[in-house]
């Protein structure tokens, strides 16, 4: 998956500051580092669905970010937050 930009709103923004402690350079900075990527819904425009990336960001944190994938390579961020413990197994199997 190659995505050449990010789609951000204010309010998502904020969502992650606020609730998650995410930031937008952390979110940007895990999709540099080979994140493991899982499709989890069907999007109701055609080409556009919502994406699930498992991944370290640059200070080491592990992440998990929600995103809607558009044919034209970017990504519209919904949502970021730490990673569950289940989740960070199932990314350290993976990433073997």
Request: hydrophobic content about 40%; glycine content about 6%; aromatic content about 14%.
């Amino acid at each position: 998956m190659i995505i050449e930009e990010f789609v951000w709103f204010s309010d998502i923004i904020d969502k992650l500051d606020v609730k998650h402690g995410v930031t937008r350079f952390e979110v940007e900075s895990l999709f540099t580092r080979k994140p493991i990527f899982s499709k989890i819904q069907k999007g109701r425009i055609k080409g556009e669905n919502l994406y699930r990336a498992l991944g370290q960001t640059e200070s080491g944190r592990y992440l998990t970010v929600f995103f809607i994938y558009k044919v034209t390579r970017e990504a519209i961020v919904i949502s970021a937050r730490d990673m569950t413990d289940k989740e960070r197994k199932y990314y350290a199997k993976r990433k073997k």
